[in-house]
């Protein structure tokens, strides 16, 4: 196996298991019909034979796990992932919708809004699951990305949500989240031509990296200032 693919498939594993810690608290599996856990994994014809190997033994801990018990969030959290990626995304939306339904799950409700955006194309399903996200977990920078990107690259363009949702978001978030969705603010008004615009939320990007005690941060924007002000 390459060390590109044995790499990638480390990281789909640590990023979900991470995710699945961070939320574990708050999700208590409730009485809601869980999903089969016999279901059939079928590969891509291009799906590496190792890889293969590997995913299947991922699935068979992981089933494991959740026989043993069934409110472990994590273990139903990457299973849903590795359905997903073998293209599953059935079975990795019947899982997360489980734990939707079950708790409120935000992450379940994060990936359902990526997962409709991106590899499903169901453009009003994303925008549902991305505001129930927010709904679940206000306070998380990454569900205002996910529905920003949806308005910006694919649904309802033509007017201000794009930009709108950010700056709902920096309302609501706290610490290096907030800066991220000023400093993506910024760079939408970048894009869009807007210089004042984009100076002002740079300039308060600046400004909320160094109360946050970070000056390399803060330096690596006025970078940015500096480049739109020499223009």
Do not use: C
Not at 142 to 169: F, M
């Amino acid at each position: 196996m390459s060390t590109q693919l044995k790499v990638g498939i480390g990281v789909a594993v640590i990023v979900l298991f991470s995710a699945g810690l961070w939320f574990g608290g708050l999700l208590r599996v409730g009485p809601a019909k869980a999903p089969s856990l016999d279901r059939e994994l079928n590969f891509p014809a291009d799906f590496p034979q190792e890889a293969r190997q590997i995913l299947t033994q991922n699935v068979q801990t992981l089933r494991e796990r959740i026989l043993q018990n069934q409110e472990d969030a994590a273990a139903w959290l990457d299973l849903a992932i590795q359905y997903k990626t073998i293209n599953d995304f059935d079975g990795a939306i019947e899982i997360w919708k489980y734990l939707a339904d079950a708790k409120n799950h935000p992450v379940a409700y994060y990936n359902l809004g990526s997962t409709y955006h991106l590899d499903l194309k169901q453009y009003a399903q994303s925008e549902n699951y991305y505001r129930k996200a927010i709904e679940a977990n206000p306070g998380f920078a990454l569900n205002y990305s996910g529905l920003h990107e949806l308005y910006k690259y694919s649904y309802k363009q033509d007017g201000t949500l794009a930009a709108d949702v950010l700056k709902e978001g920096i309302e609501k978030v706290s610490d290096n989240g907030r800066i991220d969705l000023m400093t993506a603010l910024a760079g939408y008004y970048v894009e869009k031509g807007d210089k004042t615009q984009a100076v002002e939320w740079y300039g308060k990007a600046k400004l909320a990296a160094t109360s946050a005690g970070n000056p390399d941060l803060a330096g690596q924007i006025q970078k940015q200032i500096d480049l739109l002000n020499s223009r």
